[in-house]
């Protein structure tokens, strides 16, 4: 008896090893992707988290808490726009980077948490910059002037889009306070009175337009399914994975857009069109 049970034990043991040793190798401390979930709403992180997993992703996945727990509108109206969050957010990306010189830092967001990461990266100190930002339906303004957020991201910013959102279809005001059709409905628009040289940061945003495709994906146009994890192992993982690459510098400035003959193409008139974003999902 003693014989079989210390045998067990050792078996156990040696499983346990196992596990944890597997555990340890598939994190990369040098990866991270922290994600911050839209306003009065917890379930959209373990989504996205089975997504990047599921797409291979093998670098560290941490939420970032930015609600004031009162609900949806005091989160959308105030704490979206909060310094205090803002404050806390790029304090959290400047630790990143002094505890992981060589780290590379993704940050995505849903809904009104697109407005605290924007309000977090202009707050950066001038050579800090993440990988690449994910905005998932953001609900502030297209016109949003991305010009100082643009120049802390080292690879692009991918924001999702959809006419098909009844959420941001009723949405009254947009979380970042600025008026207009909320991005997540039309997509990021080139900001007026802008320099050539703030245009020129426009080259690294990509809005990511609904399809019919993506109904296969779990992304049937609505708000909280454009973090289906589906949808983020075919879409979203294979281009945050992707090495960072710098902007292009054409000689007049095109506006990144994966156009598509499907039921929600954002308006975008008077703007030249980039198709040039590899088409990764079909």
Partial sequence: MNQRYSRTLSLLALALM?????????????????????AG??????????????AGYDGEFRG?????????????????RSTLNAKNLAGYIQ???????????????????????????????????????????????????????LAHI?????????????????????ADGQSGAPAGRSGFRIASGLTAKQRRLYTKVVNLPWRKQYRQYGWRGGHVTSTNRKFVKHVIAPRVMEPSRPSPQPPRVPFPYESDAGDSQPDVK?????????????
Avoid at 18 to 34: F, H, L, M, Q
């Fill in 154 to 174: 080292k690879g692009k910013l991918y924001a999702t889009c959809s006419r098909r959102d009844a959420i941001l279809a009723t949405l009254g005001v947009n």
């Fill in 18 to 38: 196992i596990w944890a040793g597997s555990g340890c190798a598939e994190i990369d401390p040098n990866k991270r992707v922290v994600f911050l979930d839209g």
């Fill in 64 to 80: 970032f808490v930015w609600t004031s727990f009162l609900l949806w509108g005091a989160d959308h109206l105030i704490a979206a």
């Fill in 41 to 54: 709403y917890f379930g959209a992180g373990p989504s996205v988290k089975r997504g990047l997993r599921m």
């Fill in 270 to 282: 008077n703007q030249d069109l980039n198709k040039t974003e590899p088409q990764i999902a079909k």
């Fill in 95 to 149: 630790r990143y980077y002094r505890e992981h010189p060589e780290g590379k830092l993704t940050v995505m967001g849903l809904s009104a948490g697109s407005a605290v990461i924007l309000n977090a990266l202009v707050r950066l100190p001038e050579d800090v910059l993440v990988e690449n930002v994910v905005l998932f339906q953001p609900s502030v303004s297209a016109s949003h002037n991305l010009t100082p957020a």
